[in-house]
């Protein structure tokens, strides 16, 4: 689970999925809702990463996926 902008968790990305493991879950929060499609494009897209649930809350979205 991460709490972390957007920007900071596209950087990451590469880290938190080598440790991900195969049917492993991530939650992700820390996402503003104005930015939404630039971490869908930085770290969902083409990553093996499926989407079980969006939650949004005022300004903020948060991801939890699946390996």
Same mark, same amino acid.
């Given at each position: 689970?991460?709490? $972390?902008?957007? @920007?900071?968790? $596209?950087?990451?990305?590469?880290?938190? =999925? +080598? &440790?991900?493991?195969? @049917? @492993?879950?991530?939650?992700?929060?820390?996402?503003?809702?104005? +930015? !939404?499609? $630039?971490? =869908?494009?930085?770290? &969902? !897209?083409?990553?093996?990463?499926?989407?079980?649930? +969006? &939650?949004?809350?005022?300004?903020?979205? @948060?991801?939890? =996926? +699946?390996?």
């Amino acid at each position: 689970m991460a709490n $972390i902008i957007d @920007g900071v968790l $596209i950087q990451l990305k590469d880290h938190l =999925l +080598r &440790i991900l493991k195969p @049917g @492993g879950a991530i939650f992700l929060t820390g996402i503003l809702l104005e +930015r !939404e499609n $630039i971490f =869908l494009e930085g770290f &969902i !897209e083409n990553s093996g990463l499926e989407a079980v649930r +969006r &939650i949004e809350k005022d300004e903020w979205v @948060g991801y939890w =996926l +699946r390996k």
